[in-house]
């Protein structure tokens, strides 16, 4: 989108709360000494027993052999409905600043202060692995919950030498455990979780002592996802890596582009200088993505965009591009792959109706080449896509060219990818701008530039829809963390902006149930919606970086 009609959208940020239900909130008292010290008991569950940590349901148990130093170690069992967080509230100095660290093994380990900051691991690594996580309290804060967990479906991780260091040592707790707390030294003694899980307000505000669970977070957190001009400057300016403020989570390369419509060869080129003048290096270009990359940033390679139109008609065009992506993500270090395939790119053959098992070759020539690639480069690779509301949201009206022809072939014709990448998407971020009219599941339309059409648009992708009004043909839901608003960063980007108040107000509804107006998210308020993506990072820093700093204003 070489024209204000390139999309972007938002990656999540990093802090966010986690608080287990039942969690013993044990009291501290701070010793005088002006000296670093401890503040938390049984870090390395040497006593053989949980006990002041306190864990979901019945997931954490103290066990043997798998220990890093010592006897014993805390083993979380993830499942597919539990992420096996285990937590300890200590007493805090207010207006003090925090290390919180501990060594872990397995897949998606988190650590953090409930109400703050957090770190992961996003692989076993072959063995324990060190998190640091630092914080500083409020001018009134007096605990902190900090707490480790794995995620979904990952299964055991664990966890030992477990510290939180600050300035001055802890007295002895007292005897104040709740009274779910089991007195029990068992190692399988630990709190059930009562109550529905519930959304924390924000996660930039302070640790709470409250035993209310909440629905944690994917992977990542909340994320920003935005688009760096690399190959063109566009108006808005070029922006080095090196100058991409660190808000940004996710950061999509635009863009890669075919030799031919047809070939299936991509290719990525850097803004020349007399575009893009003080253009650095390759070598600092590099260099730029590494360290964004060592910060926990992740770095697509973008392919398509309003001039680059990418059909795969045949095996070859889809070999093809297998090996030149492959060749562009090894040359510059990149972490995965943006599909933002616009104009022509993908359409439907006459008699192509079902979504779920297409014969259209530019659909099924993608799919194969996303699967390969995902399969070269494994878990890590991160996929994203940002298709324009005709190729999804459309499709709950019309799909290509209908039962009888005569359609345009290109309605919905996103649905497909969509669904046969579903267990691979990273995430998906849909333009909702440069957007005609479009209904949505109240059966009305809805028009871009407000609330209401980020609401509407983005609930059908939680809820699921017809697909062209067949209800034995449903496209289904995406998880909240798979989805994300695509937005302009300014009334330049693109037709449909919305100032930050009109964006928070969407987000509003969509994630706490509040302040929705005239539509009623059918999938009920979703704390978990992965975030925001805009077009563009550069027009952000056009326009004072009011995209970004809105969204780390409203998420923390």
Same mark, same amino acid.
């Given at each position: /989108?070489?024209?204000?009609?390139?999309?972007?959208?938002?990656?999540?940020?990093?802090?966010?709360?986690?608080?287990?239900?039942?969690?013993?909130?044990?009291?501290?008292?701070?010793?005088?000494?002006?000296?670093?010290?401890?503040?938390?008991?049984?870090?390395?569950?040497?006593?053989?027993?949980?006990?002041?940590?306190?864990? #979901?349901?019945?997931?954490?148990?103290?066990?043997?052999?798998?220990?890093?130093?010592?006897?014993?170690?805390?083993?979380?069992?993830?499942?597919?409905?539990?992420?096996?967080?285990?937590?300890?509230?200590?007493?805090?100095?207010?207006?003090? #600043?925090?290390?919180?660290?501990?060594?872990?093994?397995?897949?998606?380990?988190?650590?953090?202060?409930?109400?703050?900051?957090?770190?992961?691991?996003?692989?076993?690594?072959?063995?324990?692995?060190?998190?640091?996580?630092?914080?500083?309290?409020?001018?009134?804060?007096?605990?902190?919950?900090?707490?480790?967990?794995?995620?979904?479906?990952?299964? #055991?991780?664990?966890?030992?030498?477990?510290?939180?260091?600050?300035?001055?040592?802890?007295?002895?707790?007292?005897?104040?455990?709740?009274?779910?707390?089991?007195?029990?030294?068992?190692?399988?003694?630990?709190?059930?979780?009562?109550?529905?899980?519930?959304?924390?307000?924000?996660?930039?505000?302070?640790?709470?002592?409250?035993?209310?669970?909440?629905?944690?977070?994917?992977?990542?957190?909340?994320?920003?996802?935005?688009?760096?001009?690399?190959?063109?400057?566009?108006?808005?300016?070029?922006?080095?890596?090196?100058?991409?403020?660190?808000?940004?989570?996710?950061?999509?390369?635009?863009?890669?582009?075919? *030799?031919?419509?047809?070939?299936?060869?991509?290719?990525?080129?850097?803004?020349?200088?007399?575009?893009?003048?003080?253009?650095?290096?390759?070598?600092?270009?590099?260099?730029?993505?590494?360290?964004?990359?060592?910060?926990?940033?992740?770095?697509?390679?973008?392919?398509?965009?309003?001039?680059?139109?990418?059909?795969?008609?045949?095996?070859?065009?889809?070999?093809?591009?297998?090996?030149?992506?492959?060749?562009?993500?090894?040359?510059?270090?990149?972490?995965?792959?943006?599909?933002?395939?616009?104009?022509?790119?993908?359409?439907?053959?006459?008699?192509?109706?079902?979504?779920?098992?297409?014969?259209?070759?530019?659909?099924?020539?993608?799919?194969?080449?996303?699967?390969?690639?995902?399969?070269?480069?494994?878990?890590?690779?991160?996929?994203?896509?940002?298709?324009?509301?005709?190729?999804?949201?459309?499709?709950?009206?019309?799909?290509?060219?209908?039962?009888?022809?005569?359609?345009?072939?290109?309605?919905?014709?996103?649905?497909?990818?969509?669904?046969?990448?579903?267990?691979?998407?990273?995430?998906?971020?849909?333009?909702?701008?440069?957007?005609?009219?479009? /209904?949505?599941?109240?059966?009305?339309?809805?028009?871009?530039?407000?609330?209401?059409?980020?609401?509407?648009?983005?609930?059908?992708?939680?809820?699921?829809?017809?697909?062209?009004?067949?209800?034995?043909?449903?496209?289904?839901?995406?998880?909240?963390?798979?989805?994300?608003?695509? /937005?302009?960063?300014?009334?330049?980007?693109?037709?449909?902006?919305?100032?930050?108040?009109?964006?928070?107000?969407?987000? *509003?509804?969509?994630?706490?149930?509040?302040?929705?107006?005239?539509?009623?998210?059918?999938?009920?308020?979703?704390?978990?919606?992965?975030?925001?993506?805009?077009?563009?990072?550069?027009?952000?820093?056009?326009?004072?970086?009011?995209?970004?700093?809105?969204?780390?204003?409203?998420?923390?």
């Amino acid at each position: /989108m070489r024209t204000p009609r390139r999309k972007r959208l938002l990656a999540a940020g990093t802090a966010w709360a986690v608080a287990a239900a039942g969690a013993v909130a044990l009291s501290f008292g701070l010793a005088g000494s002006a000296s670093a010290g401890e503040f938390l008991v049984n870090g390395g569950f040497e006593t053989n027993a949980l006990n002041p940590w306190t864990c #979901t349901g019945s997931t954490g148990s103290v066990v043997t052999g798998h220990a890093r130093t010592g006897s014993y170690a805390l083993a979380g069992a993830a499942s597919a409905s539990d992420t096996a967080q285990c937590v300890q509230t200590v007493a805090v100095a207010p207006n003090t #600043t925090y290390t919180l660290s501990a060594y872990v093994n397995g897949a998606y380990v988190y650590l953090g202060v409930n109400g703050g900051a957090s770190t992961w691991t996003p692989s076993t690594g072959g063995g324990y692995q060190k998190l640091s996580v630092s914080f500083t309290t409020t001018a009134t804060q007096t605990s902190a919950t900090v707490f480790t967990h794995g995620w979904y479906g990952q299964g #055991t991780y664990y966890a030992d030498d477990v510290s939180l260091d600050g300035p001055g040592a802890p007295a002895s707790p007292s005897a104040s455990a709740s009274p779910s707390k089991s007195a029990s030294p068992s190692p399988s003694a630990s709190a059930s979780p009562s109550g529905s899980p519930s959304a924390s307000a924000s996660p930039s505000s302070s640790p709470s002592t409250s035993s209310s669970p909440t629905t944690p977070p994917p992977p990542g957190g909340h994320a920003l996802v935005g688009y760096l001009h690399a190959s063109f400057a566009n108006g808005a300016g070029y922006l080095k890596m090196a100058d991409v403020p660190d808000s940004w989570d996710i950061i999509d390369l635009a863009f890669g582009e075919p *030799d031919s419509i047809t070939g299936g060869t991509i290719h990525f080129n850097r803004c020349p200088a007399t575009e893009c003048p003080g253009v650095e290096s390759d070598a600092d270009f590099k260099a730029a993505i590494a360290a964004k990359q060592a910060k926990g940033k992740k770095v697509l390679l973008s392919i398509g965009g309003q001039n680059g139109e990418v059909q795969l008609t045949t095996t070859a065009a889809r070999d093809n591009f297998v090996n030149s992506v492959s060749a562009i993500i090894d040359k510059w270090g990149l972490d995965g792959l943006d599909i933002d395939f616009e104009g022509h790119s993908l359409s439907l053959n006459t008699g192509d109706t079902d979504f779920k098992n297409p014969t259209t070759p530019v659909i099924t020539n993608l799919i194969s080449a996303v699967k390969t690639l995902k399969a070269k480069y494994g878990a890590k690779f991160q996929l994203t896509m940002a298709p324009e509301t005709f190729f999804v949201q459309l499709g709950y009206q019309y799909y290509g060219s209908g039962p009888w022809g005569g359609q345009d072939p290109r309605a919905g014709a996103f649905l497909p990818v969509i669904y046969g990448l579903r267990d691979d998407l990273t995430l998906l971020h849909v333009q909702d701008y440069n957007s005609g009219s479009i /209904m949505g599941l109240d059966n009305q339309y809805h028009n871009m530039g407000s609330a209401d059409f980020h609401i509407a648009m983005t609930d059908m992708l939680l809820t699921g829809f017809p697909v062209a009004g067949n209800t034995n043909n449903v496209f289904p839901a995406l998880k909240p963390s798979q989805v994300a608003i695509g /937005m302009p960063a300014n009334s330049y980007a693109g037709n449909g902006y919305v100032a930050p108040a009109v964006v928070n107000q969407a987000l *509003d509804c969509l994630t706490k149930g509040t302040s929705c107006g005239s539509y009623t998210p059918r999938a009920g308020k979703q704390p978990n919606l992965r975030g925001l993506m805009t077009w563009s990072i550069n027009w952000d820093n056009y326009n004072g970086n009011e995209f970004s700093k809105n969204f780390h204003s409203y998420f923390g």
